[in-house]
């Protein structure tokens, strides 16, 4: 089946089999790509240099590199924009509830190849980089707009004075040069029927409470309703403490509620995302240099009445929060491997375990990047499964906003 290009029986034209080499090429190395087709990377420097012509019989299998495209793309249910996408973690769970992504915006450029590898894109549709770039009339129409936008402090000092001169005021005065403006401006201009908007659980408190004040007041400005925020515990879900902070909207209120939210009250353990040890490379454990210097820092900490450390977990634990640091020495989750023997770090895989973007026991989330970039990506990452239940308890909602403005001429139903 192909996933990408509808072959309706007939092969693709050279053209669209250079296209799908080089986005291939763009997600994987030469070197990975060569090895799926079992020929030289020479070989594939040749085709990607177009000095011959990619042979047809190549075509499935590199196809077969790239996401397949979800069946309910034909007809969704809504539309989606992800902005500050990351490896992808909201769209999954929207997607999952039926939605279709049609734009993606992530700067970093070892995410978005994860990002690609794991997610459906045709083949002439890439990551957009820097939003800041892009007019937000450029991107297009959609239900529903998802950003995971990073923390950064407003400055509102000389409001007053702008607006008396008459420049820019409301949101535009107290946002501007923020990545949230950008946020804003994509749904003042676009006016998605709803919205749900992730960051830290410390937002709340960011630049002494300044930060999440002023974005409640500028999607309230936006004329949004039912603006609401929860803070929820990934622990629920996967074995891994991380608190994040929710904000949901929608063009008309129409009850949602947080309390429809289904958490289970006892989540996973360790051993659920653990591989068999005898499995484990030899790499990913602690070197007795670095154990020792863990060991002592934590010590003289300890001695000072700090609680800083290591966090050493094992089957029956619950993690500490994964962070983006975490390929530096692996502190806050070092895995107990018994006896006198050290301490190592989860690999990537389980990584991916822990954030929930694959069961457990499960192995097909793509990581084509440095075991150093994937711990970057997935501790900079939401856990997969709590986004899943939120667009679950916001699906009716999303549906009956589209309703509503349909009846409304002024607005635009944004599924297509």
Sequence with gaps: ??????????????????????????????????????????????????????????????????????????????TFIDLFAGIGGIRRGFERQGGKCVFTSEWDKFAQRTYAANHYMTIDEFITGDITQIPPSNVPDHDVLLAGFPCQPFSIAGVSKKNSLGRLHGFECKTQGTLFFNVAKIIGTKRPAAFLLENVKNLKGHDKGNTFKVIMETLDELGYDGITARIIDGQHFVPQHRERIFIVGFRRDTGFTWND???????????????????????????????????????????????FGYGLVGPDSVARTLSARYYKDGSEILI???????????????????????????????????????????GNSVVAPVVEEIARIMKPHIIANIKLLDKDDSQLRFVG
């Design 1 to 78: 089946m192909s996933h990408n290009i509808p072959f309706s029986g007939e092969t693709m034209t050279q053209e669209q089999t250079y296209q799908l080499l080089k986005r291939t090429c763009w997600i994987y190395t030469q070197n990975d790509v060569a090895k799926h087709l079992e020929v030289s990377r020479e070989e594939v420097n040749r085709w990607l240099n177009k000095k011959v012509e990619v042979p047809k019989s190549y075509q499935f299998l590199l196809d077969s590199l790239l996401p397949e495209k979800p069946s309910h793309y034909a007809d969704p249910d809504f």
């Design 336 to 378: 107990d491997r018994g006896g006198r023997k050290n301490p190592r770090r989860l690999t990537p895989l389980e990584c991916s375990r822990l954030m929930g973007y694959v069961k457990p026991n499960e192995s097909n989330f793509k990581i084509p990047v440095s075991d150093m970039q994937a711990y970057k990506q997935f």
């Design 261 to 307: 939210l289904e958490l289970p009250v006892d989540g996973p353990r360790m051993a659920t995302i653990l591989e068999p040890e005898n499995t484990v490379e030899k790499k990913y454990v602690l070197s007795q240099k670095l154990w020792s210097y863990l060991k002592n820092y934590a010590a003289k900490h300890k001695a000072k009445g700090n609680g």
